[in-house]
């Protein structure tokens, strides 16, 4: 989470179990950074992803029938706790791509305020 001069507010790494697919997994990031998000009492979120697929699913309001299709519904049903919530793609060269590596790698999620 950054604020709008781009500086570290917190990082979230959390280790999920039997995920299907990295379809999953990228949508299982997006909803807890919205759960982070709202504990976090934000009105404006902004997330950003290296997978198209899922960052087109989070843009619609279409209903989604795919095996993910329960994770964008409630990335969906948790959008009415913020004024403004967008979401982008970027390259994985730019995401926390190896904070997730790194956190596997430990077996261990974890959570962090206030900067790197």
Known sequence: VRDVGGEILALKTVLHSDVAS??????????QAMRLGISMGFN?????????????????????RSVIGALIGDIHS?????QEIGFHFIPKIENAHILAKEALKKGEGYYLLGGV
């Open 78 to 82: 948790k959008k009415v706790y913020f």
């Open 22 to 31: 990295p379809f999953a997994a990228e949508a299982h990031s997006g909803l």
């Open 44 to 64: 404006i979120l902004e997330i950003v992803g290296d997978s198209r697929t899922i960052i087109k699913k989070c843009q619609t309001t279409d209903f989604d």
